[in-house]
Structures are given as C-alpha cells and as structure tokens.
C-alpha cells in the first residue's frame, strides 16, 4: 500500500516568495496532520483536518501560513511570503483517529525540507 | 511549555546490550503514548504504544513501561541492534483527541 506522500522532497526558494507544499494521505484515512520540525522546537503540530475540516490550527504560526484540504485525498500548506525563518522539514501524516480498536496512530510521509534564503 | 520531555538527547548502547529510552509527561489528561523511530531523510515511524490502563506492553524486542504516578514511560529494547540506531521519539495523546504532542527525541546509536 502507498504511504503519505508528500511533494516536494526539496525546495529552495528565495524570501519573499510564495511556497506551497502537497500532500496525499493514505487512502481510507479521515484525519491529516501538518508538523514541522526544527532543531529547536522540535516536531510542532501545525493544523489538523477531521474528514477535511480543520479542527486545531493553533499551532500555525501567524498569517502568513495557511492550509487547505479540498478532498479526502489532497492537502496543501501554503506559505506566503515565505521569510528565511521558516526553513525546517514539514511533514503530512494521516490517520484513522479512532476507531473500534482504540486510537490509532499516525503515518507520516517524508517531510519537504525548506530552506527560503 | 514542554509537555513531553526527553531528557536525553543521545544514547549509546553495545550491540547486544539493552536500550532504555525514558520520557517524562506533565499533562495528567495525556492517556496514550507512543514511541516513533525515525531515520535521517525519512518521516517518523510508529513502533509501538501503550494506552494509560496498562503499565507495560510488549512487542518482539520493544517493551514500553508506563508509570502514572512519576508520569514517566521508558521503552526496552533488548538485544539493541546496529539498525536500531535511530532518532526515537515519545508521544502524548489525550483521549478523545487526536492532537499528538511529541517529545524532542533522543538519538539512540547502537554500536556495532
């Protein structure tokens, strides 16, 4: 079965900059995660959807983020303008959140590594 | 505020040997755990959990303790293998939510 899959793997771009980062979950899962992780925060929870609708999006760190999922099968992370600041890997999961078995837990994809210059 | 810490941002271990990660919560309302491993260039992966009824599980060569009281968890890995060495990360979950909040992981290196 294919697991999350993000898009791109890499991306350079320069400050000021719109960046926008893909992902497809893996099929059947209701829930998608966005997180980005930095050597000093760590792995932070930007947003996440139930069945497309976002619940949490407190983590996102100010306007200039915003995410989008159109259908059960894509979401996007948009950056705009993008500032140096933001450089770090983002990383999709998805999950089937709860179900007869108890919480279930998360799949991720293998991250889009950011770097805005 | 670190709601999931650990401690310990590096381990080394013989191979062979065991492997005891530990990780410390402070939100009481946390009533799941996981730990994740992840390898350089790739996403975190799950390897195994523990709900807040019980105090240990077992998995092949993974074990998580679970003590509510310290509000601490550990994970065993017995016999450590080179292909163990990883970054491994502890995570909470409230129930009934489904925002996970990680620790900051440690890099376990097994040596050979």
């Known amino acids: 079965d294919a697991g999350v899959i993000q898009s791109p793997r890499h991306e350079v771009t320069e400050m000021g900059q719109e960046v926008t980062l893909r992902c497809k979950p893996i099929?059947?899962?209701?829930?998608l995660f966005w997180y980005r992780q930095t050597m000093m925060r760590g792995l932070e929870l930007l947003i996440y959807?139930?069945?497309?609708?976002?619940?949490?999006d407190s983590g996102m760190p100010e306007d200039r983020f915003s995410a989008k999922m159109p259908n059960a099968s894509f979401s996007t992370l948009k950056i705009q303008p993008s500032e140096p600041r933001d450089s770090a890997v983002y990383f999709c999961?998805?999950?089937?959140?709860?179900?007869?078995?108890?919480?279930?837990?998360?799949?991720f994809g293998d991250g889009t590594r950011l770097s805005i210059l | 505020d670190q709601q999931v810490k650990q401690n310990s941002p590096s381990l080394s271990v013989q191979e062979g040997r065991i492997s005891i990660l530990n990780c410390d919560y402070t939100?009481?309302?946390?009533?799941?755990f996981l730990w994740y491993k992840k390898y350089p260039a790739e996403g975190p992966t799950f390897l195994i959990s523990?709900?807040?009824?019980?105090d240990k599980n077992e998995d092949g060569r993974f074990t998580v303790f679970l003590n509510k009281s310290a509000k601490h968890l550990s994970l065993h890995i017995v016999p450590s293998q080179p292909g163990d060495s990883a970054v491994y990360f502890c995570?909470?979950?409230?129930?009934?939510?489904?925002?996970?909040?990680f620790g900051t992981g440690t890099k376990l290196q097994v040596i050979p």
């Open positions: 999961a998805s999950s089937l959140g709860f179900d007869r078995g108890g919480y279930q837990p998360q799949h």
């Open positions: 099929s059947g899962h209701n829930s």
């Open positions: 959807f139930n069945n497309n609708v976002p619940i949490d």
């Open positions: 939100n009481s309302m946390f009533d799941y």
């Open positions: 523990i709900s807040s009824i019980k």
């Open positions: 995570a909470a979950n409230p129930g009934g939510y489904q925002k996970v909040t």
